[in-house]
């Protein structure tokens, strides 16, 4: 199924679905399983054959099953434009990281 959509609709729902995943509302597997479906419009067959994976690796992935590597998820969420990494998980330190890539990355756009 062809989904077609603007970036512009692309980033918003983006920008949605990763704001519920940093308040624990969405998991990332279901992240990754709503960009699949919403963004791209691709089966699990066609977006594993995409990233070298075979389906049931992406069918665990989606599950949240705890046995994928980090590589793996990041294959996995690349097309996507997204990296797995490590974020705090105390609330303000995740603000406060976050106020700082902001202030960091208006700066650097006025050099």
């Given amino acids: 199924m062809k989904i077609t959509i603007s970036p512009f609709q692309r980033e918003a729902m983006l920008l949605e679905l990763l704001q ?7 998991s990332q597997g279901e992240l990754l399983m709503q960009l699949r479906k919403k963004v791209l419009g691709f089966s699990q067959e066609r ?11 992406l069918s665990d992935i989606e599950q949240d099953n705890e046995n994928t590597t980090l590589s793996t998820l990041n294959r996995a969420c690349k097309p ?13 330190m995740l603000k406060t990281l976050l106020i700082q890539l902001a202030d960091h990355g208006e700066s650097n756009d006025h050099t």
């Fill in 47 to 57: 977006y594993a054959a995409l990233v070298g994976i075979s389906r049931r690796t």
């Fill in 80 to 92: 996507l434009g997204l990296k797995l990494g490590v974020l705090p998980r105390q609330p303000h």
């Fill in 20 to 26: 519920q995943v940093i308040k624990d509302k969405l």
